[in-house]
T-cell receptor
Framework: SQTIHQWPATLVQPVGSPLSLECTVE??????LYWYRQAAGRGLQLLFY??????ISSEVPQNLSASRPQDRQFILSSKKLLLSDSGFYLC???????????FGPGTRLTVL | EDKVVQSPLSLVVHEGDTVTLNCSYE??????LLWYKQEKKAPTFLFML????IEKKSGRLSSILDKKELSSILNITATQTGDSAIYLC??????????????FGSGTQLTVLP
């Protein structure tokens, strides 16, 4: 069966510091991968998605970036965090041909 | 701009009550509508609805899509404290070459009191 992992689970970082969040998927090949941010426990905002290795699409302009160095690995990064980057970051995967996305456990980021 | 709106934003009920959560959408190239339940962490998938008028059911939860009214409802009967969560509605769009992104509503926070 498929599983999705995210780490770290929680992170507290100072403003201006770098960020690297990792997401990996097991039990599937060629998944579509997604990064979302959820502020204040409400709706999810799509940040990036990827249909394959090295292919990244950005949905909103921001100081974050994403990379997909391997088929089942998706990384969210920043060179310098802002206070507004605080939130709950969720990674999701979708098998090709299907509509349902499945979410990882998330990373709660607090920028101080 | 694609839009998904959920109502109410929050709801407080007592155990045993029945609740109805609403989701309406204004999108281009609708493909399907999905409901998720989010407790502490990751949203968990509940239902996917593609065809209008066909009810999906799982235990005390059920959902139906009305394509004419561009809306869906999620019903929970005989609510329990374990039903307390944020319920998220999302719409999958059918754009050629896209990764079938989901557009989410802002969610309904349901609190079930004992």
């Amino acid at each position: 069966s498929q599983t999705i992992h995210q780490w770290p689970a929680t992170l507290v970082q100072p403003v201006g510091s770098p960020l690297s969040l990792e997401c990996t998927v097991e039990g599937t090949s060629n998944p579509n991968l997604y990064w979302y941010r959820q502020a204040a426990g409400r709706g999810l905002q799509l940040l990036f998605y990827s249909v394959g290795i090295g292919q990244i699409s950005s949905e909103v302009p921001q100081n974050l970036s994403a990379s997909r160095p391997q088929d089942r690995q998706f990384i969210l990064s920043s060179k310098k965090l802002l206070l507004s980057d605080s939130g709950f970051y969720l990674c999701a995967w979708r098998a090709g041909g299907l509509n349902t996305q499945y979410f990882g456990p998330g990373t709660r980021l607090t920028v101080l | 701009e694609d839009k998904v709106v959920q109502s109410p934003l929050s709801l407080v009920v007592h155990e045993g009550d029945t609740v109805t959560l609403n989701c309406s959408y204004e999108v281009t190239n609708f493909r399907s509508l999905l409901w998720y339940k989010q407790e502490k962490k990751a949203p968990t998938f509940l239902f996917m609805l593609t065809s209008s008028g066909i009810e999906k059911k799982s235990g005390r939860l059920s959902s139906i899509l009305d394509k004419k009214e561009l809306s869906s409802i999620l019903n929970i009967t005989a609510t329990q404290t374990g039903d307390s969560a944020i319920y998220l509605c999302a719409v999958s769009l059918d754009h050629s070459g896209s990764a079938r992104q989901l557009t989410f509503g802002s969610g309904t926070q349901l609190t079930v009191l004992p």
